[in-house]
């Protein structure tokens, strides 16, 4: 059963810049598609960004695009996300994720009924 595990969350300044680390224990990650996503107070939880199993292909939405840098090292059972140039609105918890059936299809990797397994989440703050 994979377990994952976030962390590198906290509080910055606006402008500034976050790395988050998924870990995975239980399985090993590179069986697995990995989305990133986040949940404001009083809001849904939206996605971030997307890696294939392989990390040949990324995925990013409106917000996250030109911002967030998604990587994995599979040898390591890590996955990451890079964000900068962090806003106010980038405030929330956020969670990697992996599919139910270990991958998703590319049109589909920002819908999180498609995912299974989740992390406990990491909390970032963005203070203006």
């Known amino acids: 059963q994979l377990q994952l595990v976030e962390s590198g969350g906290g509080l910055v300044q606006s402008g500034g810049s976050l790395r988050l680390s998924c870990a995975a224990s239980?399985?090993?990650?590179?069986?697995?598609?990995i989305g990133w996503f986040r949940q404001a107070p009083g809001k849904e939880r939206e996605a971030v960004s997307f890696?294939?199993?392989?990390?040949?292909?990324?995925g990013y939405t409106d917000s996250s695009s030109n911002r967030f840098t998604i990587s994995r090292d599979n040898a390591k059972n890590m996955v990451y996300l890079q964000m900068n140039s962090l806003k106010p609105e980038d405030t929330a918890i956020y969670y990697c994720?992996?599919?139910?059936?270990?991958?998703?299809?590319?049109?589909?990797?920002?819908?999180?009924?498609?995912?299974?397994?989740w992390g406990q989440g990491t909390q970032v703050t963005v203070s203006s």
């Open positions: 239980g399985s090993t990650i590179r069986n697995y598609d």
């Open positions: 994720a992996a599919p139910r059936l270990n991958f998703v299809e590319l049109s589909e990797w920002a819908q999180a009924e498609y995912y299974e397994s």
């Open positions: 890696i294939t199993h392989t990390g040949d292909r990324v």
